[in-house]
């Protein structure tokens, strides 16, 4: 299809993808305020070796997945539910915490959402303090040199988890247009055999026109 054809195709249709991307932008636009906003506030916790010794680093990076493991479980949510005195099951505040590790930065990350911006930040706080108690009673144990601890880099860091709702609003008008585009080609796709002027004889069949009997004779 010559390409002077597609520009035909979008001035005589071009309102369709319009309307359609309109319609679908709007209707997400609307879609996203009407939504609970869900927060999630994230805090890093710094593993630190005693000693910058290469054994020992190399053991704390191997370590770190070992604290991961500690940390997400049922017993880790139960401690933190009795100490913010929630109204939750276990399994349901893990469900909003997502704990990971950084072996190149000797970080762990804790995620935790809520609709409740200084509830995600306490239970964030809250899940790190655990750790660091835990480490401080385990260090204990050991002989100084071989101790690994834990410090929170900063306070918790709160954002705007869901809906975005400029995201959703362009991927709203996206989506409009492939629909648009859909029905654009079906229209075509319908009138692709109707013959109206000689410029669709021409079109169709790749022929020239020579002459056209006038409107009035053909009333005759």
């Known amino acids: 299809m010559p390409l002077t054809e597609y520009f035909r195709i979008l001035w005589r249709r071009g309102w369709i993808l319009a309307l359609m991307a309109v319609l679908t932008a709007a209707a997400a636009f609307a879609f996203s305020r009407l939504q609970t906003p869900i927060y999630q506030s994230t805090v890093y916790i710094l593993v630190k070796p005693s000693r910058p010794d ?8 191997i370590l770190l997945r070992n604290y991961v493991a500690w940390m997400d479980t049922d017993n880790r949510a139960r401690e933190v539910i009795d100490l913010l ?10 469900g909003d915490v997502t704990i990971a590790s950084d072996d190149s930065r000797f970080v762990i990350q804790i995620d935790a959402k809520s609709e409740n911006q200084a509830l995600a930040s306490n239970v964030a706080k809250q899940w790190a303090l655990l750790f660091l108690q ?3 009673t385990e260090n204990n144990k050991q002989r100084r040199e071989d101790w690994v601890a834990g410090e929170i880099l900063d306070e918790p860091r709160i954002s705007l988890d869901r809906p975005n709702t400029r995201i959703n ?45 006038p409107a009035a004779e053909r009333k005759r």
Do not use: C, N
């Open 169 to 213: 609003t362009v991927a709203g008008a996206v989506l409009g247009v492939l629909l648009g585009g859909v029905i654009v080609f079906f229209l075509e796709y319908l009138e692709s055999s109707v013959i109206r002027s000689a410029a669709d004889i021409e079109r169709q069949f790749g022929m020239a026109v020579l002459g056209a009997i």
């Open 134 to 136: 835990w480490r401080d």
């Open 54 to 61: 290469f054994g020992l680093t190399q053991s704390a990076k």
């Open 85 to 94: 005195q929630l109204d939750k099951e276990p399994q349901a505040l893990r």
